[in-house]
């Protein structure tokens, strides 16, 4: 559900406005935005109204266009594409005000070559109303064709240079747009084309020109001639009076001639012919259609800079019911034109004037700002006197801010209590500073006056001495202000908080905010002041809370029923009494008025957004199909032991050696020997040692071989017992080897024999 606060799209606004303006309020309102659904759209749309830069509006594009992601004011690498734009459409929508400041390094000149190429639409921003363009050079001019749209209102433009094209773009303008606002700084001169180009635009409000050649008569007239010109700006500085005059030199007083007036008369018998011009003048006064003589007769608001003769010069020709009027004056201003002006204020706007603001040029508050700056002493304060003020009954507001006329005096205040009573807000440069040796010349009592003669009085911002003079004030009920509720001091001086807290509390009882400068590096700062007026805001609602439960007191006694007694009085008449009849027979006059009701017809379609969504809430079903068959290996095992052919030299090892027993015998007995000779002794000796090994070889052959060919066969055997046909119709092919024993010492030929099926041959 809603907040109540959301259902009214103006409190919503206006609630958002008020967060947007305080202090950090454009992050505030992001947060918000982002909060919930509800407060999105018209956060967004106070968030993305005013824009003081194109920088967001880029930020839009995706990262990846960017040369830096981090820094897109550098611009855009690549073009975008229809996709691209999306976010800068929807948020283009939004914005009501932009402005652009060629001079800053923020943006990049070749990101509107960019946009101006590849737009998928004619305005990236189809309700802007407000465009302001700072621009030094003519392609910074150019660039601000791109924003040009129907719907735009306010043209804002400051051009530091003289640019030649600056005719082609007004023209430009003025056929893309229908401004009601237009605002024209320039060092230069105004293009001589100027009123030409511009004077078919009869729908502007509001006209500021402060550039060489705005006092021009041929501007006075076209700005004259503009039928719904509300508000307007000069700048009268460094201009003649005889300048000021000519702008009013060709401005025709409006009903000062009628059709009648031109004549063929040669003028020779002028001097018999009756004049009937001011009987036609008569006779359209009483009937209503005069129009009033005089320049810029529905003129509202003015604002003029220069000296304060200029100033003078340029009111008087005006007739208008002026309700705002801002002067940028240079200060100190003389004193017989300062006079003057006053006067001529108040003979002329008195029963129209509502606000009057006194502002000092730039010039002069630059010199305030060298002599602040440097050493050269204390700032010199003048007065500036209010008693020219005579009668200003509608006034509300009054500001004036000057750098060296701060000077002020409860006369002032009590001059501006006669003229002004209906004041609301009164600022009388609250910036000021004075020297230590001369401070501030108003006091309490100066305020007391005011809280006297203005009953509306709510704001009220001045420096002041803040002691009491005199008890008549805290005797006075009168001086209690029920409507005082802001007070700003400044740089005021105060030495008795307490006193003054008192005072204060009988003076504005009702008083909600102080404010003083505390500061320590602002300069003027005091430190005792500032330690005096902290304490004067900590004890000032204690005494006012004091002091209107007395007040509540005194007005419940004062208002008590009187005692009262029954008493007998004889009411005899003794006097003798007559008769009379009087006619009274009123005068009776008949009017008829017609009054015929405006009637508006609006019809509201009152249509709630609808949203169709189907939802398809089928499951999804997938089939998938799992090979469960089990994986079946088929592996032959060996079970036959390991056996290890040694072979083992059975021979006995015998050494035959032979001996020599040959002895040496004589002739004579070898004859005796050879006599008996054995027949054995014809055999060799070696004959032992062969028999020997063909015993070996024989044992061998008969113990090993017959016991190695049937394990070979067994383990053939068992495999082809274990093989086992495969599943279904095709037959094992499995093929059974019988691998020999790599430790087994057989010969060749016996191997041939187990690869053949030989049967098995026990020995």
């Known amino acids: 559900m809603f907040p109540t606060i959301l259902r009214d799209p103006d409190a919503a606004k206006k609630l958002f406005e008020t967060i947007i303006d305080s202090p950090n309020g454009r992050r505030s309102m992001s947060r918000l935005a982002r909060t919930c659904r509800a407060m999105c759209e018209p956060a967004l749309n106070v968030l993305w109204r005013e824009l003081d830069s194109l920088l967001p509006i880029i930020s ?83 660039r601000c064709t791109i924003f040009l749209n129907p719907e735009l209102q306010s043209l804002v433009l400051e051009v530091s240079t003289r640019i030649p094209q600056l005719a082609t773009f007004l023209a430009e303008v003025c056929s893309t747009t229908q401004l009601s606002s237009f605002s024209f700084t320039s060092p230069t001169s105004l293009p001589d084309t100027f009123t030409d180009i511009l004077r078919s635009h009869n729908t502007l409000e509001k006209l500021v020109l402060v550039a060489p050649g705005a006092l021009a008569s041929t501007v006075g007239q076209w700005a004259a001639s503009l039928p719904m010109l509300r508000v307007l700006e000069l700048d009268l500085t460094g201009r003649s009076v005889i300048a000021v005059e000519g702008f009013f030199d060709d401005i025709a007083a409006s009903g000062a001639s009628t059709p009648s007036d031109a004549s063929s008369d040669s003028g ?12 036609r003048k008569s006779s359209l006064r009483l009937t209503g259609d005069l129009r009033s003589g005089g320049a810029f007769t529905d003129l509202r608001q003015l604002s003029l800079t220069g000296e304060v003769a200029n100033i003078a010069v340029f009111l008087k020709h005006l007739t208008s019911n002026l309700t705002h009027l801002e002067l940028v004056i240079e200060d100190p201003p003389d004193m017989a034109d300062w006079q003057d002006l006053s006067g001529l204020i108040c003979e002329r706007f008195s029963k129209s004037l509502l606000s009057l603001r006194i502002n000092a040029t730039g010039s002069s508050r630059f010199n305030e700002l060298v002599r602040s700056t440097s050493r050269g002493g204390d700032p010199p304060c003048r007065h500036l006197p209010l008693q020219h003020f ?70 009220l911002a001045l420096v002041l001495d803040a002691h009491t003079e005199s008890e008549e004030t805290f005797n006075s009920l009168d001086v209690s202000s029920r409507s005082l509720l802001r007070l700003h001091v400044g740089h005021s001086v105060v030495n008795d908080s307490l006193q003054s807290t008192i005072l204060l509390s009988h003076l504005a009882p009702y008083l909600e905010t102080i404010k003083w400068f505390h500061e320590k ?34 007005v419940h006694l004062t208002t008590q029923k009187p005692e009262t007694r029954e008493q007998s009085v004889d009411a005899t008449v003794t006097r003798t009494t007559a008769d009379k009849s009087l006619q009274a027979k009123p005068r009776l006059v008949q009017r008829q008025v017609q009054v015929s009701p405006k009637l508006i017809d609006r019809s509201t379609e009152v249509k709630p957004e609808l949203v169709s969504m189907s939802i398809d809430a089928t499951p999804s079903i997938m089939d998938t199909s799992v090979d469960a068959t089990p994986a079946v290996i088929h592996q032959s095992v060996s079970v036959r032991p390991n056996m290890v052919s040694t072979e083992v030299d059975a ?27 054995d027949p054995f002794y014809a055999f060799p000796s070696v004959i032992p040692a ?55 010492s057989v010969s060749s030929s016996t191997s041939e024999l187990l690869d053949h099926d030989i049967p098995p041959v026990c020995l």
Request: hydrophobic content about 40%.
């Open 60 to 142: 839009l594009f995706p990262n990846t266009l960017m040369k830096r992601a981090r820094r897109p004011g550098l611009g855009l690498a690549k073009a975008p594409n229809a996709e691209d734009w999306s976010r800068v459409l929807a948020y283009g929508e939004r914005v009501r005000r932009i402005a652009y400041i060629e001079s800053s390094p923020s943006v990049s000149p070749s990101i509107f070559a960019i946009i101006a190429e590849n737009r998928p639409v004619q305005y990236i921003l189809p309700h802007l109303q407000q465009l302001i363009w700072r621009v030094d050079t003519a392609a910074g001019l150019q």
């Open 268 to 279: 020779v018998f002028s001097a018999d012919e009756i004049d009937f011009t001011e009987i």
């Open 390 to 459: 005579t009668s200003l009954p509608s006034l509300l507001r009054l500001e004036i801010d000057l750098p060296e006329s701060v000077l002020f005096h409860n006369s002032d205040l009590q001059a501006v209590a006669q003229a002004c009573p209906n004041i609301e807000t009164l600022r009388l440069c609250p910036m000021a500073r004075f020297p230590t040796s001369s401070g501030p010349s108003l006091t309490l009592e100066g305020v007391a006056v005011l809280t006297r003669g203005c009953k509306r009085l709510q704001t």
């Open 521 to 554: 590096n602002r300069p003027g700062y005091v430190e005792a002041n500032a330690t005096g007026w902290q304490k004067v805001s900590d004890w000032l609602p204690h005494m006012q809370g004091m002091r209107l439960m007395e007040r509540a007191r005194a």
């Open 651 to 677: 021979s006995v090892c015998t050494e035959t050696k032979a001996i020599s027993a040959i002895q040496t015998l004589t002739f004579e007995e070898s004859n005796t020997v050879n006599q008996y000779a």
């Open 690 to 744: 062969v028999l020997a090994g063909l015993l070996t070889f024989a044992c061998r052959i008969l113990t090993s071989y017959p016991l190695t060919i049937p394990m070979h066969m067994l383990d053939k055997s068992l495999s082809i017992l274990h093989a086992q046909p495969k599943e279904g119709n095709n037959s094992s092919s499995e093929k059974h080897e019988l691998r020999p024993s790599p430790v087994h």
